[in-house]
């Protein structure tokens, strides 16, 4: 089984628990206005990799990943899901944890898919369908669809959402997002992630506008004042 990917880290620290090899997968439908990786929107200029080379490199640097795994990101993981589960079957018939972060938004075989899945770190973009659609340029109901098989098949669950200044940046959001969190049984960890502007330089290069042209990056204190919010 062939996939699509960008590229592979061998020694990933903040995308599950412990070090990880991350694959960053090609392929996304959204558009988000903060998205740092453009270049993984679609699939020209991919390399592609068979899921066999996959469970390969894993294998080889096992007694890094004993603590942690293989996280499989992108892009959107999700809309590769015969090779995503290809890889992940014989990652754990290998005993290696497996982890995706995900937007949530693919083309189906999610209960296939999250049979194979010790973890899912998932990006809520927004809580409204109308900031949902704003943000990405898409509605809602994929990732609706895939939360639903998450909470139903009761996988270990961490939430991530970018905070924007000026857009997200409110107490009331904060609030909100804690409401949302309650109501998910599965939740183990919720995370604040500050905007950054590392992704900038590649819309010039790649000659496309920037969406976010003049937002300053988070400040780290009020992420921390959020984050307090969020805990309390």
Known sequence: MTGYIDSIETMGLVDGPGIRMVVFTRGCKLRCLYCHNPETWDKLGSTTITSDEI???????????????VTFS??????????????????????????????????GKYEEILAYTD??????????????????????????????????KKKKLWIRQVIVPGMNDTEENILELKKFVKKISN????????????????????????PLE?????????IKELTSLLES
């Open 119 to 152: 973890l899912v770190i998932l990006d809520i973009k927004a809580l409204h369908n109308n900031d949902y659609q704003l943000i990405t340029g898409h509605d809602m109901k994929d990732f609706n669809d895939f939360l639903k098989v998450v909470k139903k």
């Open 55 to 69: 469970v390969s490199r894993a294998k080889r640097n096992i007694s890094y990943y004993k603590n942690g795994g």
């Open 214 to 222: 003049g937002v300053p990056a988070m400040d780290n204190d009020r």
């Open 74 to 107: 992108g892009g959107e993981p999700l809309l590769q899901p015969d090779f995503l589960i290809d890889c992940l079957k014989k990652l754990k018939e290998a005993g290696i944890h497996t982890a995706l972060d995900t937007a949530g938004v693919g083309i």
């Open 187 to 210: 939740v183990e960890k919720v995370e604040l992630l500050p905007y950054h502007l590392y992704g900038a330089e590649k819309y010039k290069k790649m000659n496309i506008l920037y």
